[in-house]
Nanobody, 129 residues
Framework: QVQLVESGGGLVQAGGSLRLSCAAS????????MGWFRQAPGKEREFVAA????????????TYADSVKGRFTCSRDNAKNTGYLQMNSLKPEDTAVYYC??????????????????WGQGTQVTVSS
């Protein structure tokens, strides 16, 4: 089993930056998928970004929604079992609850909610004008 704990959300002015963290507890895996999703009030949960890790020989990969490409960046620290979402040039339309999600043993990214078995509790990101 895997538990995900998110942190790093908050209030920021437009053009500012935040870094979200997603720490995994429990057993570790040599390959995995981690995704970031967000949900604004009254809207469907939407894909933001994802990365996968397949080990030192195969490496990893990332993918981003068009709305955040060039502004958001995924990274990870495998030694700390933690994934990060660096969010730069934030816009008011980025305001939402952000969720991290993980799928052990995955070897590729996915934009599909159903591709993730474990979810964080969510963290609020608010971007003011």
């Amino acid at each position: 089993q895997v538990q995900l704990v998110e942190s790093g959300g908050g209030l920021v002015q437009a053009g500012g930056s935040l870094r979200l963290s997603c720490a995994a507890s429990g057993r570790t895996f040599s390959s995995y998928r981690m995704g970031w999703f967000r949900q604004a009030p009254g809207k469907e949960r939407e894909f933001v970004a994802a990365f996968s890790w397949s080990g030192v020989w195969s490496g990893g990969s990332t993918t981003y929604a068009d709305s955040v490409k060039g502004r958001f960046t995924c990274s990870r620290d495998n030694a700390k079992n933690t994934g990060y979402l660096q969010m730069n040039s934030l816009k008011p339309e980025d305001t939402a609850v952000y969720y991290c999600a993980a799928q052990p043993w995955a070897t590729a990214t996915s934009r599909d909610i159903s591709a993730y078995d474990y979810w964080g509790q969510g963290t609020q990101v608010t971007v003011s004008s």
